[in-house]
């Protein structure tokens, strides 16, 4: 279970943080100001499919792509949400549509990627 929870965990960490270089770094440059820390960036990928292994693997036994894809999407949809409002003091609504869409569809194919891979490891 051990062995399950990191690999899983740091492939997530690495397809999550290449996910966000590409569309922050990449392709909606615009969204970030260049000041970010790139440490912090991978420590915040690290625990977060960490969350993912942990869960797929001790509380619901998600082992295929598909279903942690569907997982994905509906804890990411809230979590995305709940940063949102967290972190933002005014609203806007293309800005927020795009970090709900982006946001969401990153962590579902986090999500996916670490349930594929536990269920690829004995």
Same mark, same amino acid.
């Given at each position: 279970?051990?062995?399950?929870?990191?690999?899983?965990?740091?492939?997530?960490?690495?397809?999550?943080?290449?996910?966000?270089?590409?569309?922050?770094? @990449?392709?909606?440059?615009?969204?970030?100001?260049?000041?970010?820390?790139?440490?912090?960036?991978?420590?915040?990928?690290?625990?977060?499919?960490? @969350?993912?292994?942990?869960?797929?693997?001790?509380?619901?036994?998600?082992?295929?792509?598909?279903?942690?894809?569907?997982?994905?999407?509906?804890?990411?949809?809230? &979590?995305?949400?709940?940063? &949102?409002?967290?972190?933002?003091?005014?609203?806007?609504?293309?800005?927020?549509?795009?970090?709900?869409? @982006?946001?969401?569809?990153?962590?579902?194919?986090?999500?996916?990627?670490?349930?594929?891979?536990?269920?690829?490891?004995?």
């Amino acid at each position: 279970m051990t062995k399950k929870i990191l690999i899983s965990g740091l492939v997530g960490t690495i397809v999550y943080f290449f996910l966000g270089w590409l569309v922050y770094g @990449i392709i909606l440059t615009e969204s970030t100001t260049g000041e970010e820390s790139m440490l912090f960036i991978f420590l915040g990928c690290l625990f977060f499919s960490f @969350i993912f292994s942990y869960v797929f693997v001790s509380l619901t036994a998600i082992s295929h792509f598909k279903e942690g894809f569907s997982a994905g999407l509906v804890i990411g949809l809230f &979590y995305v949400l709940s940063w &949102y409002f967290f972190m933002n003091m005014e609203f806007d609504l293309n800005e927020f549509l795009q970090e709900v869409v @982006i946001g969401t569809l990153m962590t579902a194919i986090v999500a996916g990627v670490v349930a594929f891979v536990n269920g690829k490891i004995d």
